[in-house]
Structure formats: structure tokens, C-alpha cells
Nanobody, 120 residues
Framework: VQLVESGGGSVQAGGSLILSCAASGTSTNCMAWFRQAPGKEREGVEATSGDGRTSYADSVKGRFAISRDKTKTSLFLHMTSLNAEDTAMYYC??????????????????WGQGTQVTVS
């Protein structure tokens, strides 16, 4: 599985961005977005399982939304009301698991190279 993120950039506080992840290779049921700020550990942002269930970090509740297209080859992260604490490298991840509600990095087998989001 190959994952390629896009859509990152610089935005003012309160603004919005949409991240995209193009997936190729073997289809996976479980996909997620993670992020990593300088000097911090990688943390889960939001995940979607093959059955449509989603899970998210409390810090993004009500502001971010994950979605997939019907072919399950593209993953999106709709981000609104961005603030400085959202500044990080954002990574797309895929798992061979059926459910990935725990947002645990250890559950994910494939990773993209990341796309930078900077909020000022």
C-alpha cells in the first residue's frame, strides 16, 4: 500500500484546510490521520474503519471530520477552526485491521510521507 498526502499549507487561526490522501495497492479497511508536532510524539487525529465507524481525538472534536470516497482509494480530513496547536506534520495511515478505533500508531502498517500544516 502506498499513501500520498496533499493539501497542507499555512493558514491563519480560525481558518480551514482539507487534507487528502491517495491510496494505491491493496485496499485496506481501516485508515486514519495522525499528526506530529516538533518535539512531540505522533498522535492520532481521526480514524475510519471499514464499517464506517469513526473515532477521533478529543482535541479535534467538532472541528475535524474524516471521510473516504466510495472506492476507498482516497481519504480526506476536513479541518475547521484551526488554531496554533494544530500546527504539525499530518500523516495518512492504513491498517490491515478491520477496526482501528484506538488511534494507536502500533495498529497501523502503512504510512505516507506527511504534509505540513502551519497555523499562525
Amino acid at each position: 500500500v502506498q499513501l500520498v498526502e496533499s493539501g497542507g499549507g499555512s493558514v491563519q487561526a480560525g481558518g480551514s484546510l482539507i487534507l487528502s490522501c491517495a491510496a494505491s495497492g491493496t485496499s485496506t479497511n481501516c485508515m486514519a490521520w495522525f499528526r506530529q508536532a516538533p518535539g512531540k510524539e505522533r498522535e492520532g487525529v481521526e480514524a475510519t474503519s471499514g464499517d464506517g465507524r469513526t473515532s477521533y481525538a478529543d482535541s479535534v472534536k467538532g472541528r475535524f471530520a474524516i471521510s473516504r470516497d466510495k472506492t476507498k482509494t482516497s481519504l480526506f480530513l476536513h479541518m475547521t477552526s484551526l488554531n496554533a496547536e494544530d500546527t504539525a506534520m499530518y500523516y495518512c495511515a492504513a491498517s490491515t485491521r478491520a477496526v482501528c478505533s484506538a488511534l494507536d500508531v502500533r495498529d497501523f502498517d502503512y504510512w505516507g510521507q506527511g504534509t505540513q500544516v502551519t497555523v499562525s
